[in-house]
């Protein structure tokens, strides 16, 4: 269930926080150093690495800057320290300088220094048929400043390096996919972009049976949660929060919002875990944004799985609590804080419909099938996992060998997943002129208010090399993107670039998703996700949230007695209306 339900999740400035996130940890008597195994992204691969451990925090390593960047991307950064006491960590892509007395670190340019090349070999973003050539700033690079001190977060100047708590840098990064764990006495160095697939290697359900945690463990998990809302949450439209985040910072809006809010602001920094955990469980409303944003993940699982110890616990809240308590679990386990809108109904409406008229079928989690009525060819999927590009080659090749003479994209109960898929797709039905395999896509960074073009090249032809055979695979239909409210994140991304190319959008209006997903890992070793400051726009420059511009609604609005209004999804399957309105569409052009 959690597997699927990550993949649903797939598919990607304001005022600091003042009172109690100003306060910085009590002072320690000493700093011990020690050698801990490290997990290399698997199990099987193993070797050993010197982190830092305060007195009054045992239960966080400190990993040095050097360390984290040299396993979480390709390339090993050079940290030197300068005159004034500062410290320039540099890599090809800029320097970062990091204060460690003020707890402070500065960017000339951001996006340069934390998107070079990460480490994503053997994950999900591992795309053998795609590589990125780099990105494209529009307009003057600004930079970034981030004042940790302000958040209590300390940088340790140690041995001539500078050291980070692993969940703080870890986050810092999140943009790299790649985070570093500590638990049981070892670090553990994960792709946390493996959730969205098959899942991690690495599974620490022992974090849900843990009832306390010290209070400078909470300080941590609250001010690095009061960091990652204030300067990586992307504020997508579709979240009712997020003007008041454009105002406030989230210790403040959490202070002043609601009893729900002051509520939750209060539970969030106990050392009680369950207490923590219900903290979680309020953001699930509050934050809901059509399914990148899942705070309240923690609080679900530890509702879901039985065998633990926070869960009788959670169970008791949820039956014995106060009612604000109880609906706010309540809204939990039924909406799961607002996940991409259910395709339930989509799906069994077009099944009989496909069933009879299936020519291929790939069996595995993106539930790819190729239909073919008369002329008109259907590629089916439900998840933008690596999988979909060769079951999309091949659906090609056999509508080719058909003689179809249209070829839909069926993405109406596509929840998203990797942009590599959106990519390779995009390239493949673009390439009219037979001169190009090439794709790209914009964004603006609201972190920095940079807006940035990242272009790939791409293996149309599947055989292992990027060069000018690509450009020649080309397949002559006429395409079209078949869509509904259930298309999100990648799944909306897809129409929206395909409508820029003059490609016809069909169906019902996509439903949005502009910010990339970010996994984070809290110092419990718990895991949520959020819409992150990378959000994604069309050619026009306006973000892809309110979805992809239809050329034909293939739905009606009906209204009972009582003037409530359903969606009429009758007509969106209807291949033989749709063919029509495709032709009607490339005649017209």
Known sequence: MMKKWMCIMLSLAVLLSTGTMTAAFAEEAGITEKELTAYIYSKDKTGTLKCLFRSGLPDMAYISTVDFLSHAYVEAPVEVKNEDGTYTVSNSGGTMVIDPVKDTLHFDGFEGFSQIQPNVEGSELDAPYLKETGYVFEGEIAGLD????????????????TWFPASTISLLFGVSYN????????????HSSDLIGSGSYFSDMSAYNTLERSEDLAKLTYSELCLTIDRFYGKPAQAEIAPELEEKSFDQMLAGHSDETRRARELLQSTNMVDYLCGMGFMARLFKDGGHTAIYMPAFIGLLYSGTAVQPEMEKAFTEGDDMLK???LYVLTNQGGQPADPTQLDELRTPVYESETVRTWDDQT???????????????NAFLNEAVYHFKEALDLAKEKGVKRFV?????????????????????????????????RKIQTITGNIIRTDHENDLNLDGEINDLDKEVYYDFDYAILTSKSSYSSGNLLPCLAKNAGIPILGERSGGGS????????????????????????????????????????TKIEKDE????????????????????????????
């Open 409 to 441: 994209i069926d993405v109406s109960c596509n929840p998203g997943g990797s942009t590599n898929i959106v990519m390779y797709m995009l390239a493949m039905i673009t390439n009219r002129d037979r001169d190009s395999y090439t794709s790209g896509y």
């Open 327 to 329: 609906n706010m679990l």
């Open 179 to 190: 985070a570093a764990v500590y638990s049981g006495g070892c670090i553990w160095f994960v």
């Open 146 to 161: 981030l004042d940790l001190g302000a958040y209590g977060l300390d940088i340790l100047e140690y041995d001539g390096k």
């Open 562 to 589: 009582a003037g409530n209004e359903t969606v009429d999804y009758s007509g969106m399957y209807d291949l033989d209306d749709i063919g029509e309105k495709i032709d009607a569409f490339y005649d017209i052009r």
């Open 515 to 554: 910010c990339s997903i970010l996994i984070i890992y809290s110092p419990e070793r718990y895991y949520y996700t959020i819409s992150s400051y990378t959000k994604l726009i069309d050619g026009n420059g306006v973000d892809v949230d309110s979805g992809a511009e239809l050329d034909y609604d293939l």
């Open 367 to 381: 539930e790819s099938r190729l239909v073919i009525h008369g002329d008109t060819a259907v590629f089916v999927f």
